[in-house]
């Protein structure tokens, strides 16, 4: 599909990557194509060292509107959470992202799941029905999600469950520093 300036729809039941390089281009299925795609993957498990990283980059280059739908995605390795958290924020358009359950064990992986809107220069829906951050800065970032953006969002979070010294401080002020109106559930 990669050379394809078609769109696609592509269904991946289950995906599986050990390996160092094997998910490397299985990830990139979608990067290179200039229109838009949608990618469901059911179940998306991930424990090599970089081909989460890959994985997880394959819609941070595309040109096109992206409609990514991960109902588990499980991140054990180094980089794998960081990266799918980054899913959005190096794309030009609008983009939905729906993570009904979404687990970060590693050290920044929680970090910078939280970061995911604010770098986005777009309006965008993030739907976290369920977000559970055991790091040690994983709560505080998470509640500057809407701070640092410059649209509007629209935040579900349906339960949210942080464990770090600052979680409650942090939460609380998160629409405090929005320059834009917010929706917080």
Known sequence: M???????????????AYSNYGAHDVIMVVSNS?????????????????????????MSNSNKDNIIQL?????????GAHDVIMVVSNSNKDNILR????????SCGAHEFIMVLSNSN??????????????????????????N????N?????????CSSGGTHEFIVVLSNS???????
């Open 179 to 185: 320059n834009k109106d917010n929706i917080l559930r």
């Open 2 to 16: 990669s050379n394809s300036n078609k769109d696609y729809i592509l269904r991946l039941p289950l995906v599986t």
């Open 99 to 106: 993570l009904p359950r979404v687990t970060a064990c590693s």
């Open 71 to 79: 109902p588990l995605v499980t991140a054990y390795s180094n980089y």
């Open 154 to 162: 629209i935040l579900l979070l349906p339960l949210i469950t942080a």
């Open 122 to 147: 777009k309006d965008n829906i993030l739907r976290l029905s369920l977000v559970t951050a055991c790091s040690s800065s994983g709560a505080h970032e998470f509640n500057m999600v809407l701070s």
């Open 149 to 152: 953006s410059n649209k509007d």
């Open 34 to 58: 200039n229109k838009d795609n949608i990618l469901r993957l059911p179940r998306v498990t991930a424990y090599s060292n970089y081909g989460a990283h890959e994985f997880i980059m394959f």
